[in-house]
């Protein structure tokens, strides 16, 4: 019992967050090396240009994980580094890079998971309309058709797009995120139907130009949902909560159900259809072919979720959390139930095997006297909520892997360099990397492939 035997155990990281050499061997712009630039933007005027200078260390990051009995690797292939304009001409420094960082993977014993798209849309194509224009879906396509080619002799899995959610909902209904704009709601319902078919256009490429067989998923993200209690009703009622979808236009990106039934069923969910109709683009039979093309597992993000119960008229109600109830430095609540009730209700609705692509919590991490970095929360944090993963393995959901968000501190978005996700502590100044004392947990838990777990 506990986990599959070959269970994947990794860390997550993606490119724009670690890479730096922005403007380096030939790269490209993306939306972020332009958002960055903006005055007010990210917290304290960071920017990705250098982060934790990987693009030039990897050696020594790969070095890490090795160290740290890591038997996976999610990274994100940043578009405009092998293709600068988005299409067209490849850029072969670019495609050396990630060469040499997989084969530094395989030598040290650990599975590359390459993401197609963390967010790191090329400037160049956001000029020509982005995730707005309909070309997206053929320059998606070609990128995916060139990774698959340089990369697929030596990497069998791939992820399509990372959290639509977020880049459509933070980049385009509340601007936070790049390219920072606020558009109309029914050009995000747009942009939401390309970036699926985009994912579906990639699957097809992706495996069309493998050289082996490879795995393909897809890696959304969500709020989860748990029960209140045991009883029926209440898990029904958190079951339905998890795949509802909001009626509030502001927030309509924070759902599952409107980006994985498409993908996985071949069809937008009912309710939404209805709920949106008067924003949604036109929906062809043959675009519902094309983003469903068979995926080979279900992934998920998850950080948290909510306590739902049935309510007295048999709708679900959100449990209202109680007073100082436990967070994260980010102030996301701390809720492992997430990571039992996830997964389950995920595998029951998409009967696909799980990777769980992130999950982890920024802390209030220092160097301490000792030069040690003390994390006891964040060991705290993972125990408790791969504990509820384990039992979620045992009661049966195929889960085939977990990847902790991240593998070091990194630049995290808007809120610049001020969050701090990582097993290993990254020191802006000197680049200096010290293993957290949750990645040396971290190293355990993967030797006992969980048992540690108690
Ligand atoms: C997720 C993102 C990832 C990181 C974590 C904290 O939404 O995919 O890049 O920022 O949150």
């Not at 292939?77 to 960082?101: H, T």
């Not at 393995?393 to 360099?417: R, T, V």
């Amino acid at each position: 019992m506990g986990f599959r035997k070959d269970f994947a155990w990794g860390a997550a990281t993606s490119s724009y967050q670690i890479e730096g050499a922005a403007y380096e061997d030939g790269k490209g712009w993306n939306i972020w090396d332009v958002f960055c630039k903006e005055e007010g933007r990210i917290f304290s005027s960071h920017t990705g240009d250098i982060a934790c200078d990987h693009y030039h260390r990897f050696r020594e990051d790969v070095e890490i994980m090795k160290s740290l009995g890591m038997k996976a690797y999610r990274f994100s292939i940043n578009w405009a580094r092998i293709l600068p304009m988005g299409e067209g001409k490849v850029n072969e420094k670019g495609i050396m890079f990630y060469s040499d960082l997989i084969d530094a993977l395989l030598e040290g014993g650990i599975e590359p998971f390459i993401t197609l798209y963390h967010w790191e849309l090329p400037y160049e194509l956001y000029k020509k309309g982005g995730w707005m224009n309909e070309d997206m879906v053929t320059w998606f396509g070609e990128y995916a058709a060139l990774v698959s080619e340089r990369f697929s002799d030596r990497v069998t899995h791939f992820f399509t797009l990372n959290e639509p959610q977020c880049f459509v909902g933070l980049g385009f209904l509340e601007g936070v995120h790049a390219p920072g704009v606020t558009a109309p709601v029914r050009d995000t319902f747009t942009m939401s139907h390309i970036a699926l078919k985009a994912h579906g256009m990639a699957v097809k490429q992706l495996r069309e130009h493998a050289k082996q067989d490879i795995f393909v998923g897809y890696a959304p993200t969500g709020t989860m949902s748990y029960p209140d209690s045991d009883k029926p009703e209440d898990i029904e009622a958190a079951r339905l909560h998890l795949f509802s979808l909001p009626d509030d236009l502001s927030q309509w990106t924070w759902n599952v159900s409107w980006w994985s039934d498409p993908v996985v069923f071949g069809e937008y969910p009912e309710e939404g259809l209805k709920k949106y109709r008067e924003y949604l683009p036109t929906i062809t039979k043959d675009d519902m072919k094309l983003i469903s093309q068979p995926i080979d597992s279900y992934a998920q993000n998850i950080y948290n979720g909510h306590r739902i119960r049935m309510g007295a008229d048999g709708k679900p109600e959100m449990v209202k959390r109680y007073d100082g109830f436990p967070k994260t430095a980010l102030d996301w609540p701390v809720t492992p139930e997430c990571l039992y009730w996830g997964p389950k209700f995920l595998y029951d609705r998409y009967q696909l095997p799980i990777y769980i692509t992130e999950n982890g919590l920024s802390c209030h991490d220092t160097v301490s006297v000792d030069g040690q970095v003390h994390d006891p929360n964040r060991i705290d944090f993972l125990y408790r909520y791969l504990k509820c993963l384990k039992q979620a393995a045992e009661d049966g959901s195929d889960i085939k892997g977990y990847f902790q968000w991240s593998l070091m501190d990194n630049f995290e978005w808007h809120s610049g360099y001020a969050e701090r996700f990582g097993l290993v502590y990254v020191d802006y100044h000197t680049q200096k990397r010290i293993i957290k004392d949750s990645g040396y947990w971290y190293k355990k838990l993967i030797e006992s492939n969980g048992d540690i777990l108690i």
